[in-house]
């Protein structure tokens, strides 16, 4: 089929036939159709917030959820360091009372051996007291058994056990001392078999403290996973972005192109 142009007006109706504009119809609308043109940003609704900004939003707002396990880990690790300090007084404090059951002693001797001896006791309580953390101190014996994390440790729990020096694991006499043999020597079976006990307790804590330690390093290596995933979304949503910047730019070229061809049939 042919299409004959007679006259600027016919010359217009054929261009406007070709671009499949009807009557009443926006012209743009048609040209823009046949041209392959996006729709111009100005006049298109506002974008929402991209998947990317959103889920950064929320990485920002949210709680880090480790938070609880390192804080159970910190506590752990406290707990243990203090567990181990309290093994060494317990040695030498045995060593003591050994040395102090010699009824051949010499008694400036034997009072400056008791003399050591009440003060490592008072450094097991000194030790004691400063095992806690956040309000939660597993040595002093006011918590026994299995007892749930500080914070939100995601059901973590922690061994609880009495260190102090007249407890249930060390259970020396109240106001114990080696100025006599027989009571020295007492002492030192009852340190003998506290040392094992506590030894005991102080693994069981640091074997949690390792646990915790572990759960936080695979933590730290999925977060580290999921940036590396975030950043290559990121890099697709810049391309997209490019992209749609590039088109708006040959839109306002192209616009003004059918305008241009229309002149020419005038």
Do not use: C, K
Request: proline share 6%.
């Amino acid at each position: 089929m042919s299409i004959g142009v007679q006259s600027p007006t016919t010359a217009l109706m054929a261009l406007e036939n070709l671009a499949g504009i009807g009557a009443g119809a926006d012209p743009n609308a048609g040209v823009e159709g046949a041209l392959g043109l996006l729709p111009d940003p100005a006049s298109s609704p506002p974008q929402p917030a991209s998947i990317l900004d959103l889920s950064l939003g929320a990485a920002t707002a949210a709680a880090d959820p480790t938070d609880g396990v390192q804080a159970a880990a910190d506590l752990a690790d406290r707990t243990a360091s203090a567990g181990g300090a309290i093994l060494g007084l317990l040695g030498r404090m045995r060593d003591a009372a050994a040395a102090a059951s010699d009824a051949s002693l010499d008694p400036s001797a034997r009072q400056s051996l008791d003399a050591g001896y009440q003060s490592d006791l008072a450094r097991i309580a000194s030790v004691i007291g400063q095992a806690g953390l956040g309000g939660v101190n597993l040595i002093d014996g006011s918590l026994a058994g299995d007892v749930p994390g500080p914070g939100d440790a995601g059901g973590v729990s922690l061994p609880a056990s009495d260190l102090t020096a007249t407890g249930s694991l060390i259970g020396l006499p109240a106001q114990s001392n080696l100025l006599d043999p027989a009571g020295a020597q007492a002492i030192a079976d009852t340190l003998e078999a506290a040392i094992g006990a506590v030894g005991a307790a102080v693994d069981g804590i640091s074997s949690q403290a390792d646990a915790l330690q572990g759960q936080l390093d695979l933590a730290a290596a999925s977060a580290s996973g999921a940036g590396a995933a975030l950043d290559q979304d990121g890099a697709r949503l810049q391309a997209l972005q490019v992209q749609q910047q590039l088109a708006a730019g040959g839109y306002a070229l192209a616009g003004p192109t059918p305008a241009a061809i229309l002149a020419l049939f005038r």
